[in-house]
């Protein structure tokens, strides 16, 4: 059976190593510290899963995001890492296509327990 493909974008998320080695056990996993990145690496890379990190409070480039990848590749799950606890953008990024959210700080083991629920369902 092939693994899955999640991409971990985020200055926090992306250096999480921790995070990391307990995605490796069941996903591929490819890291971009920042955002500008995402739609070249997932045009050439089978990316199934996004976390997806906000970087600034009250930004909508994250969401704005989330919007350009949903709808250029529907099938490519996101989860959005909050770490300002804007309830605003987590509404918006939900309208605009991503399927969970925690907030920092996260817990490791529920993230990875949400990334293979969701990958489980493709």
Do not use: W
Request: hydrophobic share 40%; proline share 2%.
């Amino acid at each position: 059976m092939n693994k899955h493909c999640v991409l971990i974008c985020g200055p926090t998320v992306a250096t999480d190593n921790k995070l990391v080695v307990e995605l490796q056990k069941s996903t591929i996993v490819l890291k971009n510290k920042n955002s500008s990145r995402i739609e070249s690496t997932i045009k050439n890379k089978a990316v199934s899963l996004i976390i997806l990190e906000i970087t600034k409070k009250g930004s909508l480039t994250e969401v704005e995001l989330i919007k350009n990848i949903k709808d250029l590749y529907p099938n490519i799950e996101i989860i959005l890492i909050n770490g300002h606890g804007d309830r605003d953008i987590t509404a918006t990024a939900f309208a605009n296509g991503a399927r969970d959210a925690f907030r920092m700080p996260y817990k490791i083991s529920l993230i990875v327990e949400r990334v293979n629920a969701i990958l489980d369902q493709q």
